[in-house]
């Protein structure tokens, strides 16, 4: 509140100025609403009631899980349901909340990749949690056969 009274304190030029600059650094941050992080911010991506889902296996700290891969109509990642071999375990709870978190930061505009690249990893570079691995999974499936929508 005492920015916007500060502001209209200020004469129209040197506010003009300072939005100039503000939208400035806001663009290089990735920001504004033409950006991933912009859209991020503005609102989420809905998906349709039904939708087709590719599913696989996936094997992490020597349990299976099942991965079920939902995509954007531009073939972009939108949302992922992790099964454990193993329902009702802490394991099993764990994936399903992640990927529900995972799939919520895709839906508002979150590049995979970003996620990707900031989860926590091994000093090897291998993931040290499910949704990195699940991640990992599906950028080397998209190296060997990129999708490709109907």
């Known amino acids: 509140m005492r920015a916007i009274v500060a502001m209209r304190r200020q004469d129209k030029h040197k506010r003009e100025e300072f939005?100039?600059?503000?939208?400035?650094?806001?663009?290089a941050l990735g920001m504004l609403g033409d950006t991933p992080l912009g859209?991020?911010?503005?609102?989420?991506?809905?998906l349709p009631n039904r939708r087709a889902g590719e599913t696989r296996a996936m094997m992490f700290r020597d349990r299976e899980y099942r991965l079920?891969?939902?995509?954007?109509?531009?073939?972009?990642?939108?949302?992922?349901?992790?099964d454990a071999e193993k329902a009702s375990t802490d394991?099993?709870?764990d994936a399903r909340d992640a990927a529900l978190c995972l799939s919520l930061a895709l839906?508002?505009?979150?590049?995979?990749?970003?996620?990707?690249?900031?989860?926590?990893?091994?000093?090897?570079?291998?993931p040290a949690g499910v949704i990195g691995a699940v991640l990992d999974a599906l950028a080397v499936d998209e190296t060997?056969?990129?999708?490709?929508?109907a």
């Open 19 to 27: 939005e100039a600059i503000l939208n400035l650094y806001m663009d």
């Open 39 to 46: 859209r991020a911010m503005t609102g989420r991506r809905r």
């Open 68 to 82: 079920t891969v939902g995509r954007f109509d531009d073939g972009g990642l939108a949302e992922i349901f992790i």
């Open 91 to 93: 394991s099993a709870d």
């Open 107 to 126: 839906q508002f505009g979150v590049p995979s990749e970003t996620i990707r690249q900031a989860v926590t990893r091994a000093s090897n570079g291998a």
């Open 144 to 149: 060997r056969e990129p999708h490709r929508d």
